[in-house]
């Protein structure tokens, strides 16, 4: 069954919360526990958890993201997925430019939504700052499902 990957820069923050919605989105939407969702970093230099607003804003909407570990993204990772979402540009040039085998399913995750624009990294900043990525994930989540479905379905069944 399809596996739909998130990238973001340290994977702590954007791609986890991104991930955890994702998941229970399809789950809503009646995908079976059979579709994966994960995510991993461009930078994550460090195994540690979710910095403490991304678990907040997580669990505000009934998400726990708590025993999520940060994973430097790998060409495992990118031969595994069938879909992967990317929250900036610069995520999606380093991956298609590092692993141009997989860059056909790269794509920028508002890319899903017909649009092309990057998510604000929260890191650092506010908790206003990190429920305006969750509002933002949000939407693309929910106005993106149909794409993101297709998507993955498509290159699942590509697969060898």
């Not at 017909?114 to 650092?124: F, K, L, M, N, T």
Request: proline share 5%.
């Amino acid at each position: 069954m399809p596996h739909i990957l998130i990238v973001c820069t340290a994977n702590i923050c954007r791609s986890p919360v991104a991930a955890a919605m994702l998941q229970e989105r399809l789950k809503q939407a009646g995908y079976g526990p059979e579709w994966r969702v994960s995510s991993a970093g461009t930078w994550a230099q460090v195994k540690r958890g979710p910095s403490q607003y991304s678990l907040q804003v997580a669990a505000e909407r009934g998400l726990d993201i708590s025993q999520h570990r940060a994973e430097m993204i790998e060409a495992a990772h990118l031969q595994e997925a069938d879909l992967v979402l990317c929250m900036e540009s610069g995520h999606v040039e380093a991956l298609r430019a590092e692993f141009p085998a997989y860059a056909r399913k790269i794509f920028l995750f508002a890319e899903m939504v017909g649009r092309a624009y990057s998510v604000q990294d929260p890191y650092g900043r506010s908790l206003d700052a990190y429920q305006m990525m969750a509002q933002e994930l949000a939407h693309l989540t929910e106005a993106g499902l149909p794409q993101i479905v297709a998507l993955a379905q498509q290159h699942a069944a590509e697969r060898p």
